[in-house]
T-cell receptor, first 119, second 115 residues
Framework: AQKVTQAQTEISVVEKEDVTLDCVYE???????LFWYKQPPSGELVFLIR??????QNEISGRYSWNFQKSTSSFNFTITASQVVDSAVYFC????????????????FGQGTILTVHP | NAGVTQTPKFRILKIGQSMTLQCTQD?????MYWYRQDPGMGLKLIYY???????DKGEVPNGYNVSRSTTEDFPLRLELAAPSQTSVYFC??????????????FGDGTRLSIL
């Protein structure tokens, strides 16, 4: 069975600090997809990134960057120069693919990391 | 540009009552999902559907039922509400892509309390 662990329950930083959110996953499949979602205080879920298991390239999008390492089964998320608006709950999620290349997109979520950025 | 719409946003039920949580999407997505989010926890999959007329159980289906008569709608029914079903419920949808799992689009959630 697949599993996603976000060991950091809560993180508190001061604005402009860099912060890394950890995500470790377990799966028996060789083909799978990893996601990060943001849940701001308003409660909706906002998609941030999708990564497939064959693409270990790190990705940068503005102040956000992601480090995918299959050797350690980790998909960590870094926010550079954090801002108050980054305060939210961040979820890492995993979706396995079957032999046909799809698993109907069913997601297994980590428990989330609450990030609080203080001014 | 509605995306995924859930109704109601809030509801309080008494133990033993039943209700239906509505979900509709206007993106012509094949796949739809229901998740629940308990306090301090991640989302857990209740049911999902890969197209009209096709549904299947997720991780925590007990106490719930679903149907999918159209591509757009995927209602979730609670038959005999129990306090353990107090949660925030999210509906989501995604497109079918043989090349890889597409990101899911989520509704704003329904906050349900059972007293």
């Amino acid at each position: 069975a697949q599993k996603v662990t976000q060991a950091q329950t809560e993180i508190s930083v001061v604005e402009k600090e860099d912060v890394t959110l950890d995500c470790v996953y377990e799966t028996r499949d060789t083909t799978y997809y990893l996601f990060w979602y943001k849940q701001p205080p308003s409660g909706e879920l906002v998609f941030l990134i999708r990564r497939n298991s064959f693409d270990e390239q790190n990705e940068i999008s503005g102040r956000y960057s992601w480090n995918f390492q299959k050797s350690t089964s980790s998909f960590n998320f870094t926010i550079t120069a954090s801002q108050v608006v980054d305060s939210a709950v961040y979820f890492c999620a995993l979706s396995e693919a079957d032999a046909g290349g799809t698993s109907y997109g069913k997601l297994t979520f980590g428990q989330g990391t609450i990030l609080t950025v203080h001014p | 540009n509605a995306g995924v719409t859930q109704t109601p946003k809030f509801r309080i039920l008494k133990i033993g009552q039943s209700m239906t949580l509505q979900c509709t999407q206007d993106m012509n997505h094949n796949y739809m999902y229901w998740y629940r989010q308990d306090p301090g926890m991640g989302l857990k999959l209740i049911y999902y559907s890969v197209g009209a007329g096709i549904t299947d159980k997720g991780e925590v289906p007990n106490g719930y039922n679903v149907s999918r008569s159209t591509t757009e709608d995927f209602p979730l029914r609670l038959e005999l509400a129990a306090p353990s079903q107090t949660s925030v419920y999210f509906c989501a949808s995604s497109s079918r892509d043989p090349g890889g799992n597409q990101p899911q689009h989520f509704g704003d959630g329904t906050r349900l309390s059972i007293l």
